[in-house]
């Protein structure tokens, strides 16, 4: 479960709650985890036992969010060390928005970004997953809008450190995508489960599991026959739950994964 699923909650009530709902490890969100004290949250993760399925995150690196370039990188830096840190599946990264670039220009300035942040991220054994995100959605986050384009940069740095988030919010959708999952599950370093009733759009809309349009079962199913052994997190950021919903939700997602559990076991 991502802790941006509970907003509301703190980095404290999230573990206390994730582990009494049976959730096996949790999607850390930086800004929760500053809020808690990073230390004494690093030290707080190896007492419960909670496994970090990813930090997020990391990025900015065309000035989408108003940073200059070296801000982004050091910034990138500290992550890296916190993600090793907390012993993290993986650090999530929004390359940023093109932000009046050219598409080439801003790709310019996430390579430079990955030249400096890639060697501190193989020493310190972390992944940097890339975020490719709808283009509908992506304005301020990512220049990179589709699966292809980002598993071809990927390929061009040539490190084992540096793979792809999966997010069904954005592509569960696509055909295409569903399609070719073999060729796109050894690059994949995280799935998000994320459903939807109408078009992706800035705003978010996602849904609780399995109400929406996303066909996630089938999804699910595809990537364990095509060979992922990775986790799959739950992310329903924007979805407008209330706080006094939480506890249900954490039942119901949990409840629902395990319902599409049967015909896993058929297709791997």
């Known amino acids: 479960m991502s802790e941006v699923s509970t907003y509301r909650w703190s980095f404290e009530q999230d573990l206390f709650h994730y582990a009494a709902a049976g959730y096996e490890a949790i999607g850390v969100w930086r800004h929760k985890l500053s809020d808690f004290g990073e230390e004494e949250g690093v030290d707080l993760l190896a007492e419960t036992g909670m496994r970090v399925s990813h930090l997020m995150w990391a990025g900015g690196f065309t000035g989408s969010d108003g940073r200059s370039l070296n801000d982004a990188i050091d910034d990138g830096l500290h992550a890296i060390r916190l993600a090793g840190a907390t012993n993290a599946g993986c650090l999530i990264v929004f390359p940023g928005g093109r932000n009046n670039h050219i598409l080439s220009h801003a790709e310019r300035l996430f390579r430079i970004a990955l030249d400096n942040l890639i060697s501190l991220a193989e020493a310190a054994e972390v992944t940097l997953a890339i975020k490719p995100m709808h283009l509908a959605s992506a304005r301020e986050w990512t220049f990179l809008t589709d699966l292809e384009s980002t598993i071809a940069l990927i390929e061009s740095i040539n490190s084992p450190h540096l793979k792809l988030v999966l997010d069904t919010y954005h592509f569960g959708h696509d055909q295409a995508v569903i399609a070719n999952l073999r060729e796109i599950v050894p690059h994949l370093a995280l799935v998000q489960l994320g459903d939807r009733q109408v078009p992706p759009s800035g705003c978010g809309q996602r849904c609780p599991l399995g109400e ?3 066909p996630l079962g089938m999804i699910l199913a595809e990537l364990l026959e095509a060979g992922y052994t990775g986790d799959f997190d739950v992310d329903l950021s924007n979805a407008g739950i209330q706080p006094r919903s939480y506890q249900q939700v954490l039942s119901d ?12 076991s058929k297709t791997a």
């Open 212 to 214: 929406g349009v996303i």
């Open 253 to 264: 997602s949990r409840q629902q994964f395990q319902q599409w559990m049967p015909s896993f």
